[in-house]
C-alpha cells in the first residue's frame, strides 16, 4: 500500500462517549447549535487515552464526575461521522457506567458547551445521527434501554 493511497482515504475520528442508563433510558445531550442527540463524550486529545477522554468530556458536558474505575468498555461503534466531509467515518468507543455507584443519584446538567440533557429510548432515534443510532441498537440487545 503506497502512502498516496494512505492520504487520499478519508479521516476516521476518534471518539469516546458515555452510556449513563437509568430506567431503561440512555442520557443523550444536544450540542450548541446542532440539529441532533449526541451521547456525552468526543474527540481524545492528543495525551490522553480514551478512558480520560469520556472522563473529561463527561464533566465538561454534564458536571459528572467520575473515575476509570466507574465506567467498563461497552464496545466500539463505526460509522459515517454526523456533520462532516462525506465519506468520514467516527470511530466512538463507548463507556457504561457501573451501576451500583455514586452516579446513580447523580444530576447531570447541561454545561456551556450543550443546551439540554435528556435520557432517551430506541423510540427517539430518529433524533440521532448514525453512531447513536448503532449505539441504541446494542443497548436495545444487551436489554438495558427499550
Known amino acids: 500500500m503506497s502512502l498516496q493511497a494512505d492520504a487520499n482515504q ?24 446542532r440539529d441532533v442527540l449526541y451521547l456525552p463524550g468526543g474527540k481524545a486529545e492528543p495525551h490522553e487515552t480514551d478512558v480520560e477522554a469520556v472522563i473529561r468530556e463527561a464533566h465538561e458536558e454534564t458536571g459528572l464526575l467520575l473515575t476509570a474505575a466507574d465506567v467498563d468498555e461497552f464496545g466500539v461503534v463505526t460509522e459515517p461521522a454526523h456533520g462532516q466531509a462525506p465519506g468520514t467515518m467516527v470511530a466512538m468507543t463507548l463507556f457504561l457506567v457501573r451501576p451500583g455507584g455514586a452516579l446513580d443519584s447523580a444530576t447531570p446538567v447541561a454545561s456551556a458547551e450543550v443546551d439540554e440533557v435528556e435520557w432517551v429510548t430506541s423510540a427517539d432515534a430518529d433524533r440521532f445521527p448514525p453512531a447513536g443510532v448503532e449505539t441504541l441498537r446494542r443497548l436495545v440487545a444487551a436489554e438495558l434501554v427499550d
Open 10 to 33: 478519508p479521516p476516521t475520528l476518534r471518539v469516546s462517549a458515555l452510556l449513563l442508563v437509568r430506567d431503561r433510558r440512555v442520557l443523550m445531550v444536544r450540542a450548541r447549535a
